[in-house]
């Protein structure tokens, strides 16, 4: 067993690393993960400002609903958003409790998975990824609908705004969780304190009497209701709008681990901070659209006509500074509070493809540390919703926080179970479990009458489609997670065993005499001797001659055999391999001489007889593909049609665990009879080859392994170090690449793994004297 450290020169870049570089951030180690963690002040900003940027529409949403059902009860603003405000003090002291309980991962589906079921955990999960999509969606159409009241010449061009902003801030949270709280950090103080001082200022000027909203400056107000008292009905559809409030207080909590140490302690610390300041500016906000008059309008935001009474500007309708610093706080935490999701969502996928449940490609670290994949996919669902909804925030508050809810019912009650288990357990965990049960308690019944309120009253006007997806989710879940669960059964079933000497039929594929024939030739001969055969499939492009030439090309004494290619040359060639008689334990090595005239993988793929034979013979029983390519962008030299026979052969088995496959792969290397045969692992993290190593000792693997880290969390650099270790400034050394392939039974189950063995191929494809060998591992 071996470490190897990794280069620290780094390739040459492509045009495309270079962009990614400019765009996203140099990268960074694995190792620097602990440098990421964040200090409250900046974790505040990038996990609360959901929460915090509601205030500029959950009082507008409640008004709302209030005034187009009547145009007299305006004061119920006030009470409809204390409820709004008690709700949020009971959800935030109950997630302290939370967090206290779960230090380093706090969130629904945790809660609920480990204290419920695990279908409940599910549910949780299902509704806060629909929550969070729905929360970028809004926050930034929210946003740019503020910029349009100050700019409604820009209204047109409202989805291009909000698209733009999507696509701003996928681009800022892909270089980092630390470097998005230090640019978000700004902004939301600046909202922060420049609410503070809208309320303040009202507040006092209301004492001597409120500046009221001029009706007849509003471009395109809402028809008000008729002049009536209102039904407990619409109360309570106020209510539940207001209730949009409450989105994105779970973020922290889903966060924890993102927090500097003591982690629970400090997320603890912010979601006080959180409670105090969105709870303040509720009230503060609903205060003043009661006093003020303000009047719901498609065009124009509450916030922004309660910012222009009282914060005037010299000209009559017209805002002076403050009323354009609240704007644009305002647009600015709007679209900012997105980044709440930006950081929830892949987070939460992450924990999901941890357990099986979703791909395992959203696990993957990105070049800064945080979960790319995830980022990415959020940003594209955002997207097209803002297009189908054509971003009007009245709407897609519609669908919005029947998940959030759900999500905050349940882990709420779950925690009840935590607590009473903890009782029954004793010791530290057990510590004031009486009123801790009694917070989460009141938190559970809490937060379900809310969402019973919200299902109820916004069903009809768009809710449904939420409630539709989450079971929708939750089959998908089970579907991914049975694939996953069938897999590793497959993968250590124990049947592949080593042999002692496996035996290896030997074909060679001869579609033209070229370069890359002789050097197949020659690789066959280093290990097979003369103990192969070839053949060639009449109607390519070697013609005829191919059978005439072939004597006195190879110089042996092969007879190359003649296959009528007919209509499809291809399943010409792959009968003529299923005809060899083999045993179940045999190998047949396809060797496939391929000729490029330049880098080019669109090159390679289309129209090319070889390629079609390669991805067909995948399917084969017991049939190991060799690709042998070889790159001559000039015309072949005759010194280049000699098959040169390799004074040195080193096999290297890429392996990413010890299973089946791998043993498989192991047994085929071992029959080429190479000068040298060793395993390679590259480890992304210090402590990921424990596991690998320990196992590949006691099952006394014949083979030695290499650890190799990559502490960038990409296989390029340290694959290719790996083969040109054999092939630098070596002539006569080819590198063989044995490579274990998990080939599933239908196409879109590849969707759910990494597709390593693709990556593999195509980093070779071009590289000089380096034979890739894809040992086949099909899965029922």
Request: glycine share 6%; hydrophobic share 50%; net charge positive.
């Amino acid at each position: 067993m071996a470490l190897i450290e990794p280069k620290t020169r780094p390739s040459a870049p492509l045009a495309r690393d270079i962009v990614k570089r400019i765009l996203v951030g140099r990268r960074m180690t694995t190792e620097r993960m602990e440098h990421t963690l964040l200090p409250k002040v900046l974790a505040l900003p990038i996990f609360a400002s959901d929460a915090l940027s509601s205030v500029a529409y959950c009082v507008e949403a409640s008004l709302l609903i209030l005034l187009t059902s009547s145009a007299n009860v305006r004061s119920l603003i006030i009470p409809v958003n204390l409820a709004v405000a008690a709700v949020m003090a009971i959800v935030i002291t109950s997630y302290k409790q939370v967090v206290r309980a779960y230090p380093t991962s706090a969130g629904s589906y945790v809660v609920s998975k480990e204290n419920l079921a695990p279908i409940f955990g599910l549910i949780a999960a299902a509704a806060l990824l629909a929550d969070y999509v729905l929360t970028v969606a809004v926050s930034v159409s929210a946003g740019v609908v503020a910029v349009i009241s100050a700019v409604p010449s820009l209204h047109s061009a409202l989805v291009p705004l909000s698209l733009g902003c999507v696509a701003l801030l996928t681009i800022i949270n892909l270089r980092g969780v630390r470097e998005s709280g230090v640019m978000f950090a700004i902004p939301t103080y600046g909202f922060i304190v420049s609410m503070f001082a809208l309320i303040i200022v009202g507040f006092v000027k209301c004492l001597g009497g409120c500046p009221q909203v001029q009706l007849s400056s509003l471009p395109d107000p809402y028809k008000v209701g008729a002049v009536a008292s209102v039904g407990v009905f619409v109360i309570l559809h106020s209510f539940a709008s207001g209730s949009s409030a409450l989105t994105g207080t779970e973020a922290i909590s889903n966060g924890v681990s993102a927090f500097r140490r003591p982690q629970g302690r400090n997320a603890s610390k912010t979601l006080t901070l959180l409670g105090v300041i969105a709870v303040t500016m509720i009230m503060g906000t609903a205060y003043l659209a009661y006093k003020t008059n303000p009047l719901p309008d498609h065009k124009v935001s509450v916030v922004s006509e309660i910012a222009k009474v009282v914060f005037p500007g010299s000209r009559p309708g017209s805002g002076g500074p403050m009323f354009y610093a609240v704007q644009f706080f305002t647009l600015l935490i709007l679209i900012l509070a997105a980044n709440t999701s930006f950081q929830g969502f892949p987070r939460l996928s992450a924990l999901l493809a941890r357990d099986r449940y979703i791909p395992r490609q959203f696990e993957n670290l990105g070049d800064r540390l945080v979960y790319s994949n995830g980022m990415i996919v959020l940003a594209v669902l955002a997207a097209l919703l803002i297009v189908k909804y054509d971003a009007n925030v009245d709407k897609l508050l519609q669908l919005y926080v029947v998940g959030v809810f759900t999500a905050f019912t349940l882990s709420q009650t779950g925690m009840v179970r935590y607590w009473r288990r903890a009782a029954k357990e004793g010791g530290d965990k057990a510590e004031g479990w009486h009123w801790r049960l009694v917070v989460n308690a009141v938190g559970a019944v809490a937060t379900a009458l809310v969402l019973v309120i919200v299902v109820i009253t916004k069903f009809r006007d768009g809710a449904y489609v939420v409630i539709a997806a989450i079971p929708i989710l939750i089959v998908g879940f089970y579907a991914v997670h049975r694939h996953y669960a069938a897999v590793s059964e497959q993968l250590r079933t124990g049947a592949v065993t080593l042999a002692e000497s496996p035996r290896n039929f030997v074909l060679l594929y001869v579609e033209s005499l070229d370069a890359a024939t002789a050097e197949a030739v020659g690789f066959v001969r280093s290990f097979a001797g003369h103990e192969f055969r070839a053949f060639h499939v009449t109607g390519g492009p070697g013609g005829n001659d191919v059978a005439e030439r072939w004597k006195t090309f190879c110089r042996t004494e092969v007879e190359l055999e003649i296959v009528p290619g007919g209509k499809d040359r291809v399943e010409a060639a792959i009968a003529f391999i299923r005809g060899i008689p083999r045993e179940e334990v045999d190998f047949i090595s396809v060797v496939i001489p391929e000729r490029f005239s330049k880098r080019s993988l669109l090159a390679a793929i289309r129209g090319r007889t070889t390629f079609n034979l390669k991805r067909k013979l995948l399917a084969e029983p017991q049939v190991v593909i060799t690709d042998v390519p070889v790159l001559a962008e000039r015309e072949d030299r005759p010194e280049d049609l000699r098959p040169w026979i390799p004074q040195r052969v080193e096999v290297l088995v890429f392996v990413s665990a010890l299973n089946d496959p791998t043993i498989r792969a192991i047994n085929y290397a071992r029959s080429l009879k190479a000068t040298e045969a060793r395993a390679v692992f590259f480890a992304f993290e210090p402590d990921e080859a424990e596991g690998i190593l320990a196992e590949w000792q006691d099952r006394h693997i014949p083979l030695g392994l290499d650890i190799v880290e990559a502490p960038f969390r990409e296989l390029d650099a340290p694959m290719l170090d790996e083969v040109r270790k054999v092939t630098r400034g070596r002539s006569d050394s080819i590198a063989v690449v044995v490579l274990p392939e998990t080939r599933v039974r239908k196409w879109i189950q590849e969707l759910l793994h990494n597709q390593r063995a693709l990556f593999v191929k195509r980093l070779m494809l071009f590289e000089e004297r380096v034979i890739l060998s894809s040992v086949p591992f099909r899965l029922d």
